[in-house]
């Protein structure tokens, strides 16, 4: 059974002569006969009464045209719902993201994408970078936006935006020898396991300063009120601090005295075929965002 002996059929009912279901079908008369015995046989029941002048349905023929009728209207609905897809009329999208993605590429990457494709409906969870790389695998994400590096295999990393890290302090903290202030201070960190923990473990380790983390928060927004809280000292992004330096909420180390440099990439399963959506959201991303230095 196939779709075109249901819109034989179709048009067999409707004429109610083979001969002006071919022409309307542009097939010959023997082709209608042969796909109406064909459809008969796979239902193991007639479908036609022939008579002189004509042919009409029998019991069977006429609830199998129903059905067929359906089925043609799912199959035509699907067709359009496709081309709605393709078309970028209709769809969905599955983002993953880190907090710092999220903040300082999504945002500016989505208010394009929603401009140009406003139908779309979008989704985004936050994850750290390893649970964004399990995500893509496990087809939870159509594209991640992750801490930079990442290193397998199966992902290809597109870098998209650099940002500078400082070690910040309560605003109004006397000035002091940065292996002073970190051996002295509690120290808020980000995370264990999380990628921005360790390259910010690893910028500590090579400068020699000590730190001591009393607490574990992956919100950048957060450590930073703990801190202008007097809670403790952090290294946090650029974007986070320097509104609150500039209302005097936090002081930001210098940095000619302590510099992270934190890199956010665009990860995608390697081989995969994208939907539309995706790859509109992937273009974006590639061609209207680029990597500073």
């Known amino acids: ?41 796979d239902l193991g ?66 208010l394009r994408f929603h401009g140009r494709h406003p139908r779309i409906e979008v989704s985004v969870e936050i994850e750290p970078t390893g649970a964004l790389v399990r995500g893509l695998r496990q087809a939870r994400f159509d594209l991640a936006l992750g801490t930079l590096p990442v290193e397998e295999d199966d992902i290809l990393v597109r870098d ?10 309560p605003a109004g903290a006397p000035p002091a020898d940065l292996e002073e202030l970190l051996g002295r201070e509690p120290f808020i960190a980000y995370p264990r ?26 919100r950048p927004a957060v450590m930073a009120r703990l801190v202008a809280a007097g809670l403790g000292v952090s290294v946090l992004p650029e974007s986070v601090s320097r509104p609150l330096v500039a209302e005097g909420a936090l002081g930001l180390v210098p940095f000619d005295r302590f510099l992270v440099i934190r890199s956010l990439g665009l990860l995608t399963l390697r081989h995969q075929e994208h939907e539309p959506a995706a790859r509109a959201m992937k273009e974006i991303l590639e061609t209207g965002l680029t990597a500073s230095p």
Do not use: Y
């Open 160 to 169: 998209l935006s650099r940002e500078r890290l400082g070690i910040v302090v």
């Open 45 to 110: 029941a007639p479908l036609l009464l022939r008579k002189a002048r004509g042919v009409t349905l029998t019991p069977a023929g006429e609830v199998f045209l129903g059905q067929a009728r359906r089925a043609l209207q799912a199959v035509q609905s699907g067709r359009s719902q496709v081309a709605d897809i393709q078309g970028l009329r209709r769809g969905n999208l599955r983002l993953g993201a880190t907090d710092a993605a999220a903040t300082e590429i999504l945002a500016t990457a989505f």
């Open 193 to 218: 396991g999380s990628t921005t923990r360790r390259i910010v473990d690893e910028a500590l380790a090579r400068a020699g300063l000590p730190a001591r983390p009393v607490m574990e928060i992956g």
């Open 1 to 41: 059974m196939d779709l075109t002996q249901l819109e034989t059929l179709v048009a067999v009912a409707e004429e109610g002569t083979l001969s002006a279901a071919a022409r309307r079908r542009n097939l010959s008369q023997p082709a209608v006969s042969l796909q109406m015995k064909a459809l008969e046989e």
